[in-house]
């Protein structure tokens, strides 16, 4: 038997869920998942809950697209999962946001597509970017710990072979790792 969730959340402990529960029972959500943690959050204890309980048919409601989703790309990735499931998204304040309509789900399909598109683009700007840096001569990726001098000088100290890793390690501030990494020349 379909089920109706309602997801409510608000950004801190100063604001209040009522106005959201109200709404949200009022639109005939059966259970409510509410939190008080920002958007920005990945780890939303209450969203993870109620994505993982939803089964085909299910309903999930929220007041307005922003209090489920930070972004264009969270949002897609949110009902990716709703959609996998089976079951369907209706926002109250955004009737365009409806997967239970056929109007809806073209809507969130255009979006999906944009979203996409513009993925593609900053991919692509990214890429070229970096071409241009490379040709210009420089060094990407993150910097080296140890300047050439201390690289060759660890190498030589592991190489003797009388102090530990970790200790040669610790004498430049890195982790033993780093030192095992190295190469001689």
Do not use: C
Request: charged share 30%; glycine share 10%.
């Amino acid at each position: 038997m379909p089920f109706t969730y309602g997801y409510a959340r608000v950004s801190t402990d100063g604001q209040t869920l009522d106005a959201q529960v109200a709404q949200l029972e009022a639109a005939g959500a059966a259970r409510l998942f509410k939190e008080k943690v920002s958007g920005v959050k990945r780890d939303r204890v209450q969203l993870d809950k109620m994505l993982g309980t939803l089964n085909a048919g299910d309903v999930v409601i929220v007041t307005r697209l922003d209090r489920l989703a930070r972004s264009t790309r969270d949002l897609l990735n949110i009902l990716g999962i709703v959609a996998d499931k089976g079951a369907a998204f209706r926002s109250l304040g955004d009737g365009w946001a409806d997967t239970t309509t056929a109007h809806g789900r073209l809507m969130l399909t255009v979006l999906a597509g944009l979203a996409e598109f513009e993925r593609e683009l900053i991919r692509s700007r990214t890429g070229e970017g970096r071409a241009r840096a490379k040709a210009r001569g420089v060094k990407l990726g993150r910097r080296f710990k140890l300047t050439p001098h201390q690289r060759e000088e660890a190498v030589r100290r592991r190489d003797i072979g009388e102090e530990s890793m970790t200790e040669i390690a610790r004498s430049y501030n890195v982790s033993h790792s780093t030192i095992s990494r190295l190469r001689a020349r």
